[in-house]
């Protein structure tokens, strides 16, 4: 089992970035992915979930500007960010437990990505 970020990138004000998490070892039908994000000197904050039905789950920081879908063609969650603002800077992470469908639980043990960056311009 495997996840890996990519698309991270410098953001100016208001600006939209996508970022994606491709996973391996298992299709996206099967377990829940989740995305977290930890910015220096800042405790890790879950900021969306996507279980195998497809149903998605975000905090009240990101609802209404984080979207997560499925790109089942390339077994990825994509994570659409929009009118970023200078608290969105940080560090992106995806994870899975592989073991559960519904919920998303960003233990230290599940398998984790490497991270993908995401700072600010301003």
């Known amino acids: 089992v495997q996840v890996v970020e990519s698309g991270g990138g410098l953001v100016e004000p208001a600006s939209s970035l996508r970022l994606s998490c491709a996973a391996s070892?298992?299709?996206?039908?099967?377990?829940?992915i989740g995305w977290f994000r930890q910015a220096p000197g800042k405790e890790r904050e879950g900021i969306g979930c996507?279980?195998?039905?497809?149903?998605?789950l975000y905090p009240d920081s990101v609802k209404g500007r984080f979207t997560n879908s499925k790109d089942y063609a390339k077994n990825a969650v994509v994570l659409k960010m929009k009118n970023l603002k200078p608290e969105d800077t940080a560090f992106y992470y995806c994870?899975?437990?592989?073991?559960?469908?519904?919920?998303?639980?960003?233990?230290?043990?599940?398998?984790w990505g490497q991270g993908t960056q995401v700072p600010a311009s301003w």
């Open positions: 996507i279980n195998t039905t497809g149903a998605t």
């Open positions: 070892g298992f299709t996206l039908d099967v377990f829940a």
């Open positions: 994870e899975t437990d592989a073991s559960d469908y519904e919920s998303c639980t960003g233990n230290d043990n599940d398998y």
